[in-house]
């Protein structure tokens, strides 16, 4: 049962560029959870997806960013116009149901570097 | 603003000890709670999840949930030097707009030295 993936690995963007980060959550698993981890700081959530829906984007930016989970494919974090402080470790993480018995499960991250 | 507080550390045992992870949350509605370590460099790995007052064990490790106090522990047992990472606990939340997601805390770095 292959776990959560995510691609690609390491990014590397210039200020200015697009940035697209995918993530596909574990087989079973329609609920995704988009956090990033700044440098020496802790892991702050981001946006929760559920196929084709938002549920919640509290902790996105309103700017520059967006996310989106389709009917087919692997959901995509986008941001646009990255800045240097855009820097850091994207995780994304699945579960199968959002009650509150059920684990998240983190992928193993993009590392995303602007210049 | 709900938080999940945790002691920064370097926490450092010896080989073989127990290390002793705590921390403590503002979330009263919170329900579920969950330790995961991380390695530099990697990703999260979930190591334990306790959603009832009083302790859960798995293998070496036992998690202890106190709601009243709002306060979540971990206990690592014969620790080994492969345990020397950051342990990071987290509660999901459970208000307003916000339910489903972790809340983290910042880490405890343990190092357990041979």
């Known amino acids: 049962n292959a776990g959560v993936m995510q691609n690609p690995r390491h990014l590397v963007r210039r200020r200015g560029q697009e940035a697209r980060l995918r993530c596909s959550p574990m087989?079973?698993?329609?609920?995704v959870y988009w956090y990033r981890q700044l440098p020496e700081e802790g892991l702050k959530f981001m946006v929760y997806?559920?196929?084709?829906?938002?549920?919640?984007e509290s902790g996105m930016p309103k700017e520059r960013f967006s996310a989106e989970f389709p009917k087919e494919g692997p959901s995509i974090l986008r941001i646009q116009q990255v800045v240097r402080g855009d820097s850091a470790a994207y995780f994304c993480a699945s579960s199968p149901q959002p009650d509150n018995s059920y684990e998240q499960y983190f992928g193993p991250g993009t590392r995303l570097t602007v210049t | 603003q709900k938080e999940v507080e945790q002691n920064s550390g370097p926490l450092s045992v010896p080989e073989g000890a127990i290390a002793s992870l705590n921390c403590t949350y503002s979330d009263r509605g919170s329900q579920s709670f969950f330790w995961y370590r991380q390695y530099s460099g990697k990703s999260p790995e979930l190591i334990m999840s306790i959603y009832s007052n009083g302790d859960k064990e798995d293998g070496r490790f036992t998690a202890q949930l106190n709601k009243a106090s709002q306060y979540v522990s971990l206990l690592i047992r014969d620790s080994q030097p492969s345990d020397s990472a950051t342990y990071l606990c987290?509660?999901?939340?459970?208000?307003?707009?916000?339910?489903?997601?972790?809340?983290f805390g910042k880490g405890t770095k343990l190092s357990v030295k041979p």
């Open positions: 087989k079973g698993h329609s609920h």
């Open positions: 987290a509660a999901r939340a459970n208000y307003g707009g916000s339910q489903g997601n972790l809340i």
């Open positions: 997806l559920q196929k084709e829906n938002i549920i919640d």
